[in-house]
């Protein structure tokens, strides 16, 4: 099974920008679709944006225009621009084969006002 890493979680200011990277042990086209979910404290994990084996990507309408996923076929990367404090959360990496969820650990983005 594929292990996933995640990177580049930090603190930062409302209006930055921080870049997120997932780095896959498998090659990643081997894989339906992969993509970032995050979750806040006290709520459920949310999609962020995924990408599929086609390239048809798709956003939460909460991060569109700020957020751009991009991959390779060894890692996934969130390039996060304009940041909000309620982009605070832990940033999960993800890989999806059939019906099986691969996750990473996550990283915690902080976004203070």
């Known amino acids: 099974q594929v292990q996933l890493v995640e990177s580049g979680g930090d603190l930062v200011q409302a209006g930055g920008s921080l870049r997120l990277s997932c780095a896959a042990s498998?090659?990643?086209?081997?894989?339906?679709?992969v993509g970032w979910y995050r979750q806040a404290p006290g709520k459920q994990r949310e999609l962020v944006a995924t990408i599929n084996v086609g390239g048809t990507i798709k956003y939460a309408d909460s991060v569109k225009g700020r957020f751009t996923i991009s991959r390779d076929s060894a890692k996934i990367d969130l390039q996060m621009d304009s940041l909000k404090p309620e982009d605070t959360a832990v940033y999960y990496c993800?890989?999806?084969?059939?019906?099986?969820?691969?996750w990473g650990q996550g990283t915690q983005v902080t976004v203070s006002s």
């Open positions: 993800n890989a999806k084969l059939l019906s099986k969820d691969y």
């Open positions: 498998e090659n990643l086209f081997m894989y339906n679709v």
